[in-house]
């Protein structure tokens, strides 16, 4: 059985003997997660496929599925719509968020498990684990790592690893 990554709401992610700080989100760590309180979910979420950008990095190295990611990804996150917590091919029409993105926190990105079998709508999406900015500014709820310990951390993941994050 794979190991869990555990993320503690002072934002330490630990995982497979290390330990990495990481950002989480403004609103802090919540067991209940609602659209735009940029809190970071509390609970265990499995790690549902990492995406990337070929123009920036190389595919990473793990057993997850990978995909490159492409100008024309985005995320809905309107509750309102039939795809909301749903990768969508942009231009689209609901709110959504581009996942190709000038600044690099999404040059790497793994899909978590969170509100997504079957999605409520209002229980918050697009939570990812992705790259930090460089001053680890908080997220809008993902929890976000160096690029280089997102990496690290990629290659020791099997496919029932899941991120559990405390609050």
């Not at 919540?30 to 123009?55: H, M, Q, S």
């Not at 024309?72 to 917590?85: L, Q, R, S, T, V």
């Not at 993105?101 to 939570?127: F, Q, T, W």
Request: hydrophobic residues 45%; contains cysteine; negative net charge.
């Amino acid at each position: 059985m794979a190991q869990d990554i555990a993320v503690s709401a002072d934002g330490w992610l630990e995982f497979a003997g290390r330990r990495y700080a990481c950002a989480l989100g403004a609103g802090g760590v919540r067991a209940i997660k609602t659209e735009g309180d940029n809190a970071t979910p509390a609970g265990c979420f499995a790690l549902r496929r990492v995406l990337y950008r070929p123009d920036r990095v190389a595919m990473p190295p793990s057993l997850l599925p990978i995909a490159a990611m492409t100008e024309a990804d985005g995320w809905c996150d309107d509750p309102a719509d039939p795809a909301y917590n749903r990768q969508v091919v942009l231009p689209y029409v609901a709110r959504h968020e581009a996942l190709w993105r000038e600044d690099h926190v999404y040059d790497v990105l793994v899909v978590l498990g969170h509100n997504d079998d079957p999605p409520v709508p209002g229980k918050g999406s697009a939570i990812f684990l992705h790259v930090a900015k460089s001053d680890y500014a908080p997220t809008a709820g993902c929890v976000a790592l160096g690029l280089a310990d997102l990496l690290s951390v990629l290659r020791d993941c099997a496919p029932e690893t899941r991120l559990c994050i405390r609050d």
